[in-house]
């Protein structure tokens, strides 16, 4: 009797390896990676029956992309959110409340994206959703998003800004930690909307913020961690570890269908839904200002649109040959797999340095 009851204890202790977010981690990876494997060939196959003609390709841009990309089906990231989505209810702790937060703002940029996408695959133009109600409904997103975080979070931390390199330095705005919170997760998703142009560009530097963040949220989530870091202790939000991790299988398996010549896009419902995701992560844990380091390079997207519209507005002259900054490179005469994997090792060089800044206070 008592050897029955030790073998049964023994196979009840065998099952505490899923109390612990790097096991659980490990299986969304596996679980997102092999759910786009094995319905990503389906899923494409109805965009392109349903699509046609395929993503509008832009006739202003570089000549080559009227060839190599015509006919190609947008909307990819559908397999990435249904990948991240299983993974996380399967592996996720769906008691944390960070989880559901984090899954409300993909799955509702994503829902904008896929207007977005549906409006330009059915009219064959570039012109989709009004970018005054995109991100009208996008920071109505976050602002929900921010005020749970705020409402559930620590008092004074949850509403502060934390500065890097300083262990103690934490600026309290209050309710208008609403608006930072906001622009961080707005700014996020359409940085890396407009850094998806080449096959593969964006999907890459997203698994390689993903799994940085994934790294910062558990180190911030668990208190032992975080006292030897010297960094803010965010109770719960160790579990978004998961969440990354789903990001990461899903962005290989998607990867696989992406990588040039692309077999389907990821379009405005991936790219829109992986960095508002990202950005909610990144107010999660505290680490706003490093999102903007080890996601330097959606930054960098963004910002060359900025100078280049307001220098054609004030100026009537163009800083780039062509925004974004990667379709300048191609005119310079680089190749695509030349911008793109260059862009990938800058990503990775931003991921070590933003990392940097946990352990330099």
Partial sequence: MLQWLADLHQSFTAFNVFRYITFRTGGAVVTALLFVFLFGPAMISMLRLKQGKGQPIRTDGPQSHLLTKKGT???????????????????????????????????????????????????????????????????????????????????????????????????????????????????????????????????????????TFGLIAYLSGNVRFADYLQIHYVAGVGELAVVCGAVMGAGLGFLWFNAPPAQVFMGDTGSLALGGLLGTVAVATKHEIVLAVVGGLFVLEAVSVIVQVASFKLTGKRVFKMAPIHHHFEQLGWTEPQVVIRFWIIAVVLALAGLATLKLR
């Fill in 73 to 211: 089906p947008t909307m990819g990231g559908l397999m990435i959110l249904a990948g991240i989505a299983v993974a996380t209810l399967l592996w996720a702790n769906l008691f944390n409340f960070y989880v559901w937060v984090v899954l409300l703002v993909m799955l509702g940029f994503g829902m904008i994206g896929f207007y977005d996408d549906y409006l330009k695959v059915t009219k064959q133009t570039h012109n989709g959703l009004s970018g005054k109600m995109r991100l009208a409904i996008e920071a109505v997103i976050s602002g929900v998003a921010v005020v749970i975080i705020m409402t559930m979070g620590k008092s004074g931390l949850s509403t502060s800004v934390a500065f890097p390199f300083f262990k103690d330095l934490l600026l309290n705005l209050g309710v208008f930690f609403v608006v930072f919170g906001v622009f961080v997760i707005v700014a996020a998703g359409n940085a890396v909307n407009l850094t998806d142009g080449l096959d593969g560009l964006a999907i890459v530097p997203v698994m390689i913020a993903a799994g």
